[in-house]
């Protein structure tokens, strides 16, 4: 379907009354509801869905960049560009199912970016940028991403997930699964420390990309009484962030007190860049479930 803004986005339905969409621009997630219909994600209310600007909330892609971590604009250039739905897409061959079935039943979309002329002249390497989007029975949403270089010379990049999750009340969240892991701090010019937390809590601003995270990382929403559980592969670091009172009203397309609603857990691969010979394809992929809060992680 065609929005307000005339951009199309798929909505994905499950018999349960789950759902998702998903923009082809920029190939961005901007919705995702359970059975009683509860959004999980965060969107701004003052995002504008005008290229090229960003859709500020959702899913954002980060690639092949993320962040300033390099020459091309902040978080690379997938995030603002128009993807195309794959009707034919190569079959994801995953350690689990070598068949390359698609064993997740539910509904499906594939998309695909490749560089245009432009992007071949900002980063000049030609490559296949496909997301499968899976809503299964019960409302899970997976999410595999696959990077392949079809050009003649290696490339590396860096990817994200940049995942923003709604939450009643920021000061009631905690994260769990991050405990004694390296960060580097964005505040403190990327430099490493070692989380002290239990789990993490938010009293201000915390822009932080942990390393090396563990595959399950959960979101506890005290008010809610839900958590929510991230499966990731191929992702091994994760971006924990909020920008709290000050940040949130130096960003135009961000409510003030928007800050109070939101937590960014971002699985992505920043630390050790990625780097495809050509013909090579690399694979991440999230997984996010809601549970009830009675859910206590690591089980
Ligand atoms: O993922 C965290 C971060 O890198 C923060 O530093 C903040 O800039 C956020 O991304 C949002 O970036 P954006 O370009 O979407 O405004």
């Given at each position: 379907t065609r929005d307000a803004a005339g951009l199309e986005k798929i909505i994905l339905k499950e018999p349960l009354g789950a759902s998702a969409e998903v923009y082809l621009y920029g190939g961005q997630v901007v919705s995702w509801k359970n059975d009683r219909g509860e959004e999980l994600l965060f969107l701004s209310s003052k995002t504008s869905f005008k290229p090229p600007k960003p859709i500020r909330g959702g899913i954002p892609i980060c690639f092949?960049?993320?962040?300033?971590?390099?020459?091309?604009e902040k978080h690379g250039f997938a995030r603002n560009r128009l993807w195309s739905i794959e009707t034919d897409a190569p079959p994801i061959l995953s350690s689990t199912n070598a068949s390359g079935s698609n064993s997740s039943r539910g509904s499906t979309v594939d998309l695909i970016l490749k560089p245009a002329e432009d992007d071949l002249k900002m980063w000049t390497h030609n490559f296949e940028l496909r997301m499968r989007l899976t809503l299964k029975r019960g409302g899970d949403l997976a999410q595999t991403i696959r990077v392949r270089n079809t050009d003649t010379k290696p490339f590396t990049f860096t990817f994200a997930l940049h995942t923003y999750f709604s939450v009643s009340d920021i000061s009631e969240v905690r994260i769990e699964g991050l405990e004694t892991l390296d960060f580097l701090d964005n505040l403190q010019d990327r430099e490493r420390f070692t989380e002290q937390g239990d789990s993490i809590t938010f009293d201000g601003e915390v822009d932080r990309v942990y390393v090396s995270t563990p595959t399950k990382i959960a979101i506890v929403d005290h008010e809610k009484k839900r958590t929510i559980v991230v499966k990731k592969e191929g992702l091994p670091d994760a971006v924990v962030w909020n920008p709290w009172d000050k940040k949130a009203k130096a960003m135009?397309?961000?409510?003030?007190?928007?800050y109070l609603h939101m937590v960014c857990v971002e699985p992505a691969v920043i630390e050790t860049p990625i780097t495809l010979k050509p013909g090579e394809e690399w694979k991440g992929r999230q997984e996010i479930s809601v549970v009830p809060s009675s859910y206590c992680s690591g089980q």
């Amino acid at each position: 379907t065609r929005d307000a803004a005339g951009l199309e986005k798929i909505i994905l339905k499950e018999p349960l009354g789950a759902s998702a969409e998903v923009y082809l621009y920029g190939g961005q997630v901007v919705s995702w509801k359970n059975d009683r219909g509860e959004e999980l994600l965060f969107l701004s209310s003052k995002t504008s869905f005008k290229p090229p600007k960003p859709i500020r909330g959702g899913i954002p892609i980060c690639f092949p960049q993320f962040a300033n971590v390099g020459a091309l604009e902040k978080h690379g250039f997938a995030r603002n560009r128009l993807w195309s739905i794959e009707t034919d897409a190569p079959p994801i061959l995953s350690s689990t199912n070598a068949s390359g079935s698609n064993s997740s039943r539910g509904s499906t979309v594939d998309l695909i970016l490749k560089p245009a002329e432009d992007d071949l002249k900002m980063w000049t390497h030609n490559f296949e940028l496909r997301m499968r989007l899976t809503l299964k029975r019960g409302g899970d949403l997976a999410q595999t991403i696959r990077v392949r270089n079809t050009d003649t010379k290696p490339f590396t990049f860096t990817f994200a997930l940049h995942t923003y999750f709604s939450v009643s009340d920021i000061s009631e969240v905690r994260i769990e699964g991050l405990e004694t892991l390296d960060f580097l701090d964005n505040l403190q010019d990327r430099e490493r420390f070692t989380e002290q937390g239990d789990s993490i809590t938010f009293d201000g601003e915390v822009d932080r990309v942990y390393v090396s995270t563990p595959t399950k990382i959960a979101i506890v929403d005290h008010e809610k009484k839900r958590t929510i559980v991230v499966k990731k592969e191929g992702l091994p670091d994760a971006v924990v962030w909020n920008p709290w009172d000050k940040k949130a009203k130096a960003m135009a397309d961000f409510g003030d007190d928007e800050y109070l609603h939101m937590v960014c857990v971002e699985p992505a691969v920043i630390e050790t860049p990625i780097t495809l010979k050509p013909g090579e394809e690399w694979k991440g992929r999230q997984e996010i479930s809601v549970v009830p809060s009675s859910y206590c992680s690591g089980q």
